[in-house]
């Protein structure tokens, strides 16, 4: 079969694969399984056709098949030349030149000192601590709020029960003074009753 180059990785592949989606190595590993796979489909889409064809015993049928994979094995050595080819053509390809900055990497163009690296350390600190404390402010804001929207709710209770007793008080006052009409007039009733009663003695 086809000898695959075994992939190493490093920082040139890291680069194209950055670049492309994929490398250099790995694209030579896929064209050579895929160079594999044609002449394997080739030669067995051959033996069948054969097999189909010619009325053979069943000796012949193990000779036909020992010479296809044989066949698939030459084909497959023979090919490695031409890979060279192949690998040489997708290197001058996919190769990143030296000088081109991915847009991942541009900020690696910017180099730092020491003292700068420190002050950015330091800025990032008091954006950390400015998020804290936003984080903070945003907790108790939100428990205020809640202890407010508690508040409400019984100033909205407070004043159901004013107005019941608002109204209770309405209602006692018309009462009272019902009750002290009919009491009165109750009164008077009698009083008339005890003088009509005197009268006629």
């Known amino acids: ?25 790995c694209l030579k590993i896929a064209v050579r399984q895929m160079v594999e796979q044609k002449i394997i489909n080739g030669v067995k889409d051959m033996e069948s056709l054969l097999l189909d064809s010619l009325l053979l015993n069943e000796t012949d049928k193990a000779i036909l098949t020992k010479s296809c994979d044989k066949l698939v094995r030459l084909y497959c050595e023979r090919a490695g030349p031409s890979f060279d080819v192949v690998d040489n053509e997708i290197e001058r390809i996919l190769t990143v030149p030296s000088n081109v900055v991915l847009p991942g990497d541009e900020y690696q163009l910017d180099q730092f000192t020491d003292s700068e690296y420190e002050k950015l350390k330091e800025e990032v600190a008091d954006l950390r601590k400015r998020v804290e404390r936003g984080a903070l402010m945003e907790a108790l804001l939100k428990a205020e709020e809640e202890e407010l ?16 007793l608002d ?3 309405k209602n006692s006052e018309t009462n009272s003074k019902s009750v002290l009409s009919e009491t009165m007039f109750l009164s008077a009733s009698v009083n008339l009753k005890q003088k009509s009663d005197f009268d006629f003695y």
């Open 149 to 164: 929207s508690t508040v409400d709710k019984v100033c909205e209770t407070a004043k159901k029960d004013m107005d019941v």
């Open 167 to 169: 109204l209770l008080s």
């Open 1 to 25: 079969m086809i000898k695959n180059k075994q992939w190493t990785g490093g920082i040139d592949e890291e680069y194209e694969t950055q670049h492309f989606g994929f490398g250099s190595q």
